[in-house]
């Protein structure tokens, strides 16, 4: 089942923050976080192992609660390059490299 | 550079026809993925492989056919028995060991059928 990603779309203003959820009905071992441009490959941004831990590089940083099966990633300070389809991968099971992912969010970043 | 390779691009298909989309990876990955995007949809697992000679269907495997046969290549053929093959197809890989198991994406390949 894939997990559920919210909100499906998003407009930010150069320079404001957002925030995409992502949530499993499943036990999660591992979330991935791509971004994906139109008509291009996803790009991977950043995995969460189990463990509640936070990552984050440049202004995009992420959390995972393993007891709650959620993941958000947070974008701050938005910019223009940041437009594109977001998508979360979850991997369950004990393994962590079979991932499910969501429908995906876009995000527009407008200046 | 290392990355995934897959060709053609482009793929156009009469209804009735089997077609093959190449994968190749250079970066030394032991598994290999194939994903199905349609718009809304987000990308569907069709197969994967985690080594040699070995797969596994994914959620929407029926309709496509695949082999490993060496670590490099994963290609994934369509067959007549997939209804609605008209898709982005998007080939992956990522190592098995290590402290990183990010996926790497090929550009795709975009079919239709005609």
């Known amino acids: 089942q894939q997990p559920v990603q919210s909100p499906q779309a998003v407009i930010l203003r150069e320079g404001e923050d957002a925030v995409i959820n992502c949530s499993s009905s499943?036990?999660?071992?591992?979330v991935h976080w791509y971004r994906q441009k139109h008509g291009e490959a996803p790009v991977f941004l950043m995995i969460l192992l189990k463990g509640g831990e936070q990552k984050g590089h440049d202004k995009i940083s992420a959390s995972f609660n393993e007891k709650k099966q959620q993941s958000s990633l947070y974008l701050t300070a938005s910019q223009l390059s940041y437009s594109g389809t977001y998508f979360c991968g979850t991997a369950s099971g004990g393994s962590n490299y079979k991932l499910t992912f969501g429908k995906g969010t876009l995000l527009t970043v407008n200046p | 550079d290392g990355g995934i390779t897959q060709s053609p691009k482009y793929l156009f298909r009469k209804e009735g026809q089997n077609v093959t989309l190449s994968c190749e990876q250079n970066l030394n990955h032991d598994a290999m993925y194939w994903y199905r995007q349609d718009p809304g949809q987000g990308l569907r697992l069709i197969y994967y492989?985690?080594?040699?000679?070995?797969?596994q269907k994914g959620d929407i495997a029926e309709g496509y056919s695949v082999s490993r046969e060496k670590k490099e290549s994963f290609p994934l053929t369509v067959t007549s028995a997939q209804k609605n093959p008209t898709a982005f197809y998007l080939c992956?890989?990522?190592?098995?060991?290590?402290?990183?198991?990010?996926?790497?994406f090929g550009s795709g390949t975009r079919l239709t059928v005609v």
């Open positions: 992956a890989s990522s190592a098995l060991t290590g402290t990183v198991y990010g996926y790497t």
């Open positions: 492989s985690q080594i040699v000679n070995d797969f």
């Open positions: 499943k036990a999660l071992y591992s």
